[in-house]
């Protein structure tokens, strides 16, 4: 999949891709002033996108994930500051203008955004929404647009399409209006398309529609889609390869298989290792203790030191770079990435103490459907005392 550049080894991290790439990131910074300070939001990205490729962006809220795609679309506020290089095709986006970035937005590269209820238009129907969106790119008529409209519509998969263009987003389920703005992403045939959490709030089933639908999408334009999402499962099933991202910064990246069985960063274990397992079933889950660091006052050193259970005296002192492990291809940002890979589980890190669990609680349950299941200790003591008390 999408060959990650990075901003130590560019050129090693693509060698064996064939083929131009549509995208190309290259040490991107976005800093927010602010009358507190200022806000590191991303810093030092390096990342490639070519086309038809699928790269998977994961990370806990406010790890720069969703402030490194607006920067790609040049939809950041006018006080942020932009630094490194964005190249669309070979032309550099970084310091166009608002009116300079209208011929690639949406043409060239189109957002799928977390809301489509607050991205549509209420008091517009979606057919003219995405009419004026092709209108916008294409000297057409408008009946032209509206049977383009149509059209897109029925490639997402939306049933009876010439009757659902004319309807209103409130007239639309949660999935349908997803796939609209899918739809409204894909009408100008765009090279590049960015999906911020294109399936919040759905359920799982529209979910894998919707996933379907933007592969399928891939299959038949070509185009290259990047995917912003905290659902480690989508990255699993969809992307060919992933980069995590935690305090403004690429912690790890590198092809799906490579990263989800050989981790090289803590911070990519506990995060995989907080997913929920069936097989433990009646255990709490396994947290990252902790807070992600402010981007205002980001810590002396590694920026997940402070959580880290292999953070040692480097760690706290110098920020590690961004370089190739063990495998090839495969690229962690940790000064113990090579004490990690000696370890056989390292899940066993962030492992805490279970007290008063059922162990298996669906065999239990099963056997006395009245016996609490998954109980605390302090909880039964407290309810033991509270039956002690004397009733009035």
């Given at each position: ?9 560019p ?27 200022v806000v ?8 490639t ?22 920067a ?38 189109s ?6 209820m ?10 003219w ?25 029925e ?39 960015i ?18 639908t ?11 889609i ?8 989508v ?32 911070y990519?274990?506990?995060l ?8 433990l ?18 810590p ?8 880290c ?59 006395n ?8 200790l302090?909880?039964?003591?407290a ?10």
């Open positions: 999949m999408s060959e990650l550049g990075v901003m130590n080894a050129e090693s991290a693509s060698r064996g891709l064939a083929g131009d790439k549509l995208l190309r990131v290259e040490n991107l910074s976005v800093d927010f002033p602010t009358e507190d300070g590191h939001a991303v810093r030092d990205v390096s990342f996108l070519g086309p038809g490729e699928v790269l998977g962006i994961v990370g806990e809220s406010g790890s720069g994930k969703s402030v490194s795609s607006m790609v679309m040049g939809l950041l506020p006018k006080t942020a500051r932009v630094g490194g290089s964005i190249r669309f095709k070979g032309d550099e986006l970084v310091g166009r203008t608002y009116k300079q970035m209208q011929p690639v937005r949406g043409n060239g590269i957002m799928i955004f977390q809301d489509p607050t991205s549509l238009n209420p008091v517009y129907t979606v057919g929404q995405l009419a004026e969106a092709y209108l916008a790119h294409h000297d057409v008529s408008k009946k032209a647009a509206w049977a383009k409209a149509v059209e897109s519509l490639l997402v998969g939306i049933p009876q399409p010439d009757r659902r263009a004319a309807q209103y987003p409130h007239e639309f389920s949660g999935g349908m209006r997803q796939r609209a703005m899918i739809a409204m992403a894909i009408i100008n045939d765009p090279d590049v398309i999906a911020d959490e294109p399936t919040t709030a759905l359920d799982v089933t529209v979910q894998a529609q919707i996933l379907d933007l592969l399928r999408i891939r299959d038949e334009t070509s185009a290259g990047m995917i912003i999402t905290h659902d480690l499962g990255v699993a099933g969809m992307v060919d390869r992933v980069q995590v991202m935690y305090g403004g910064t690429v912690v790890e990246q590198g092809g799906v298989d490579e990263v989800f069985e050989a981790q090289r960063m803590p990519t274990v506990g995989l290792g907080s997913i929920p397992n069936p097989q079933l009646g255990k709490r889950l396994t947290p990252i203790k902790g807070a992600p660091p402010s981007l205002m006052n980001l002396k050193g590694c920026s997940f030191s402070p959580r259970p292999l953070a040692i005296d480097v760690c706290r002192e110098t920020e590690p770079e961004l370089l190739e492990t063990d495998r090839t291809g495969h690229f962690a940002r940790c000064h113990r990435s090579a004490h990690l890979a000696t370890i056989e589980q390292p899940q066993r890190l962030f492992a805490h103490e279970e007290i008063g669990v059922v162990e298996n609680p669906a065999a239990v349950t099963m056997a459907p009245d016996i609490p299941v998954a109980e605390e302090d909880d039964v003591e309810r033991l005392h509270e039956d002690e008390r004397p009733t009035s």
